[in-house]
C-alpha cells in the first residue's frame, strides 16, 4: 500500500499545484462547482498541443499491450513508474510549455470521479459473498449474463462486473474457458450498460450536460436489444459446444447463497451519490477550485467503511485484496494524463471537420477511439463537435436539450459507440481490467492483449458494430 | 518427511523466508498462482520459480517475488495444485487443491482449499 500511497500524494501534489496556480490567476470563480469547472475550462481558449505531445499516450498504449507478453518481469514491477512519469512528461509539457492548468485539473476531476467509483464500487461488491450451486448449463451463463447486463443499468457496468465476476466464475468452475470470461467483459462489463446513465461514464457525463435521464432507453433499447441477443447467441452456441466436450458428474445442491447484505446498503449509497453534484442538485455545496466533489467524498468514504466492516470471511472468500483496483489506480492516472494531448487534437479536428462529419462518421470516430481512450471524455468532445456543426453550445443545458430532441440521431450514435466499442479492449473501460485480473487470480489463463482483440472482439464485436452502423447509422444527415 | 495428508490433517504449518517457501511435506507441483502469476513451467530454464527438493522439505523459490509476506495481501492465498509423492499424478482424485498464506514470525499456514476459494485446475 506505500507505493500506492505514494502515487495518491503525488497525484494530489500535482492537482494543489493546478488548483493554487488557477487561484492565483483567478480564472475559475469561487462558486464553480466541478462539472461547472469543466464546463468552463472547455470554452476557454488554450494553445493546441503539439502534435509530439502524443508521444507518451502511444508509449504507455503499446508498453499495457506488449508488457505482459514480452517483457513481463519487468513490465509487472515497474508499471506504476512507468505510467506515472509518462504522465508527469504531459503534466510538465503543460504547465511549464503551454500554461495551461485547466486542462490538468479538469483532467484531475474526471480522473477521481473515475476512480472514485470504481474504487468504491470494487470494494462495496467484494464484501458480497454469492454461490449459486447448479450445473452450470449454457442457459444458466446466458441468464447470468444477461441478469448482469441489466442490473448494470442500475449498479453500473463496475458494480455488475464485481458483483457478478465471482459467482459467474464459480457456476463454471469445472469447465471454465477463456472465452466465458471474454463475453463477460463484452456483456456485462460493457454493451450492457448502454441504457440508462448509471451503466456508463459517458452517459453519466451527457447527463450531467443536460440529456435527459430516459433520453438514453428510449433512444438506445432497439439498438441495444439486438446486439444482447446476437451475442447472447454467439455465446450460446460456443458455450453449448463446449458442453458437450466437458461432461463431469458432480453433484449440486441448486441452493443459492447470499452474504452480506451491509454492502448492499453501500452499493445503494454510491448509486444515489452519483446523483450528488450541483449540476443535478442545486443545494448540493460546491467545493471548488478542488477537482473534487462532495459526491467523491462520499464515495473515497464508502471505500474506507465498506472494508472496515466487511465480513472476514467473506473477505477471505472472495479473496478480497486492493492489487486490482490499485493496477487500474495505476495505470488510469497515466492514461488520463497522457490522453489530454490526443483528445485535444481530436476535438479541435472534429470542430473544424464538423460540417463535413455524418452520424456513421461519428459513430466510428468515437468507437474507434473509446476502444482505446477514455470512453467519457471521448464522448464530450464528440458532443461538442455534434452540436458546434448545428451552432449549438454544449455548455448550455437547454441547447443539449434541444440537440438531443432535434438531432437524437447523431447523440444515439456517440452513445451506443462510447459504451459498445468499450469492450473492444482491456483498456476500453475500467472493469474490464478488474474482471481479467480476478480471473488471473482463479486460475484462468487469459488472452494477452492483442489476444483478447484478434481472437475475440474483432472477429465477434466488430461485425456486429458494422451491422449496427449500417442498419441505424449509414446514410443518416 | 511428513506426508501431506498428515500435514492437513494436524495442521502443521510450513515456513517462508523473503521469497523461499519451506514446505514440511513433499509433492509433485503441477499449477501454481501467486497474485495474478500463474506458473505451470517449473522447468530449470524457467526464471519464476524453482522447486527443490531437500531431505525432509520442499522448497520453492519465487524469483519475482522480494517478501512474499508482503506480497500477498491479507485474504490473498498463494494456491497450488499439489498430488503427493509416490502418488499416481494421472488419476485426476489424487490432485489436491492448497492454500498457502504467510502469517506472521515466518509461518506459512497450509491448508486445503475450501470450495468458496476458486482456483481452477
Request: aromatic share 14%; hydrophobic share 50%.
Amino acid at each position: 500500500m506505500n507505493k500506492f500511497a505514494i502515487t495518491i500524494i503525488v497525484l494530489f501534489s500535482i492537482l494543489l499545484i493546478s488548483s493554487s496556480l488557477i487561484a492565483e490567476n483567478k480564472t475559475v470563480s469561487d462558486t464553480l462547482n466541478t462539472a461547472a469547472v469543466l464546463e468552463k475550462e472547455t470554452t476557454e481558449q488554450h494553445d493546441l498541443p503539439s502534435p509530439y505531445m502524443v508521444l507518451p499516450f502511444i508509449i504507455l498504449l503499446t508498453m499495457i499491450a506488449t508488457g505482459p507478453l514480452f517483457y513481463h518481469h519487468f513490465w509487472e514491477t515497474n508499471y506504476p513508474k512507468i505510467a506515472i512519469a509518462l504522465g508527469a512528461v504531459t503534466v510538465t509539457y503543460y504547465l511549464v510549455f503551454l500554461q495551461d492548468t485547466h486542462s490538468l485539473i479538469h483532467t484531475a476531476a474526471e480522473y477521481l470521479s473515475f476512480i472514485a467509483l470504481l474504487a468504491s464500487l470494487f470494494v462495496a461488491a467484494g464484501g458480497i459473498f454469492i454461490n449459486i450451486d447448479k450445473k452450470s448449463t449454457p442457459w444458466l451463463n446466458a441468464g447470468i449474463l444477461l441478469f448482469g447486463a441489466c442490473i448494470a443499468n442500475i449498479i453500473g457496468t463496475t458494480g455488475a462486473s464485481m458483483l457478478l465476476i465471482r459467482p459467474f466464475i464459480k457456476v463454471n468452475k469445472h469447465r471454465i474457458k477463456p472465452y466465458h470470461i471474454v463475453f463477460f467483459i463484452f456483456l456485462v462489463s460493457n454493451i450492457g450498460g448502454a441504457l440508462t446513465p448509471i451503466g456508463d461514464p459517458p452517459l453519466f457525463l451527457g447527463f450531467l450536460r443536460g440529456v435527459e435521464f430516459f433520453w438514453v432507453i428510449q433512444h438506445v433499447w432497439y439498438i441495444w436489444l439486438p446486439t444482447m441477443a446476437v451475442v447472447l447467441v454467439i455465446f450460446l452456441i460456443i458455450d453449448f459446444r463446449n458442453l458437450s466436450e466437458s461432461e463431469e458428474e458432480v453433484n449440486y445442491t441448486g441452493k443459492f447463497e447470499f452474504k452480506g447484505g451491509k454492502s448492499v446498503i453501500y452499493l445503494a449509497i454510491i448509486v444515489i451519490s452519483v446523483f450528488i453534484d450541483p449540476a443535478v442538485m442545486s443545494w448540493v455545496p460546491s467545493l471548488a477550485p478542488l477537482p473534487i466533489g462532495i459526491r467523491e467524498i462520499i464515495m473515497f468514504s464508502v471505500v474506507f467503511l465498506a472494508y472496515q466492516t466487511a465480513d472476514d470471511e467473506i473477505l477471505k472468500s472472495n479473496e478480497f485484496d486492493f492489487e486490482p483496483i490499485k493496477e487500474v489506480a495505476y495505470l488510469f492516472v497515466g492514461i488520463f494524463a497522457t490522453m489530454i494531448p490526443a483528445l485535444q487534437l481530436i476535438s479541435y479536428e472534429a470542430n473544424v471537420l464538423g460540417d463535413r462529419l455524418t452520424p456513421g462518421m461519428f459513430y466510428f470516430a468515437t468507437g474507434f477511439l473509446s476502444a482505446f481512450l477514455d470512453n467519457a471524455p471521448t464522448y464530450l468532445n464528440f458532443l461538442s463537435a455534434e452540436m458546434g456543426k448545428f451552432g449549438l453550445n454544449v455548455n448550455d443545458f437547454l441547447e443539449v436539450i434541444k440537440f438531443s430532441e432535434l438531432y437524437p440521431i447523431y447523440l444515439s450514435a456517440i452513445s451506443v459507440a462510447a459504451v459498445f466499442f468499450g469492450a473492444m479492449t482491456y483498456i476500453g473501460n475500467g472493469p474490464n481490467f478488474m474482471v481479467k485480473s480476478i480471473s488471473e487470480r482463479a486460475g484462468i489463463k487469459m488472452p494477452s492483449f492483442f489476444g483478447y482483440l484478434i481472437k475475440y472482439a474483432l472477429p465477434i464485436l466488430l461485425p456486429i458494430y458494422i451491422i449496427i452502423w449500417a442498419i441505424f447509422y449509414y446514410n443518416q444527415v | 518427511m511428513k506426508t501431506l495428508k498428515e500435514v492437513l490433517e494436524k495442521k502443521i504449518t510450513g515456513l517462508y523466508y523473503g521469497n523461499r517457501v519451506l514446505l514440511p511435506f513433499s509433492c509433485h507441483v503441477l499449477k501454481l498462482n501467486i497474485e495474478r502469476d500463474l506458473i505451470t513451467d517449473f522447468s530449470p530454464c524457467c526464471k519464476g520459480v524453482h522447486i527443490s527438493e531437500t531431505e525432509g522439505f520442499l522448497e520453492i523459490y519465487f524469483h519475482d517475488y522480494k517478501d512474499l509476506g508482503e506480497s500477498v495481501g491479507k485474504y490473498e492465498k498463494i494456491k497450488m495444485i499439489v498430488v503427493e509423492k509416490g502418488k499416481d499424478v494421472f488419476d485426476p482424485k489424487n490432485r489436491i487443491p492448497i492454500a498457502l498464506n504467510p502469517i506472521e514470525n515466518h509461518v506459512l499456514e497450509i491448508e486445503q482449499l475450501d470450495d468458496n476459494i476458486i482456483f481452477i485446475e
